[in-house]
């Protein structure tokens, strides 16, 4: 049961994904360089191959039933916050536009974290994988969870950055992706 409900998270994270790149993401450069889709697909394939022989190797040890259920709940809902976050941000620029505007809290609670962090869709982010870790007991999945942070902090810090250098009147007081750390 446990392994069926990792596989469907995961999944379910991926094909989010994929559906906010097609429905809700609104790029300001048009294409990716190809190669970074070189990048991207080994990235994300070797870390699923390590992932997935851990959790299906036979000597594994299945988490307890509490990692199970706290994991599976702070993943749903980190999944919930990053996808609230990327509607409030699509709505923040008119179709056919580069407009941008500071991004606030809109009334959805998931928004929230915008008092504290420029980047709250990478803050969800890496907290839908601490809780996959959880989820999970598998120390290949944390690693995954450090390495993706560390890249997300190095976009959120530059975010951060050119949201100041746009927007005088920006939040002084907001961090990058970690509420009053970074």
């Known amino acids: 049961m446990f392994k069926s409900i990792a596989a469907v998270c995961w999944t379910f994270h991926y094909a989010k994904r994929l559906l906010e790149t097609v429905f809700v993401h609104r790029f300001s450069h048009g294409t990716m360089p190809l190669r970074n889709l070189f990048k991207n697909c080994t990235y994300y394939w070797l870390f699923a191959l390590y992932i997935a022989y851990h959790i299906n190797h ?21 999944e919930l916050g990053n996808l609230s976050i990327h509607l409030l941000l699509k709505n923040l620029r008119p179709p056919g536009t580069k407009v941008r505007r500071i991004p606030r809290p809109d009334g959805n609670p998931f928004s929230l974290l915008f008092n504290y962090v420029s980047c709250p869709n990478y803050t969800y982010e890496f907290g839908s994988w601490v809780f996959f870790t959880i989820l999970t007991k598998c120390a290949p999945v944390g690693i995954f969870a450090v390495v993706g942070m560390y890249q997300m902090t190095v976009w959120a810090l530059n975010k951060h950055r050119n949201y100041k250098k746009e927007f005088p009147d920006y939040p002084k007081e907001r961090k990058a992706i970690l509420p009053f750390i970074l």
Not at 67 to 78: D, N, Q, T
């Open 58 to 78: 036979p000597l594994y040890t299945a988490p307890c039933s509490t990692c199970v259920y706290v994991g599976l709940a702070g993943f749903v809902l980190c």
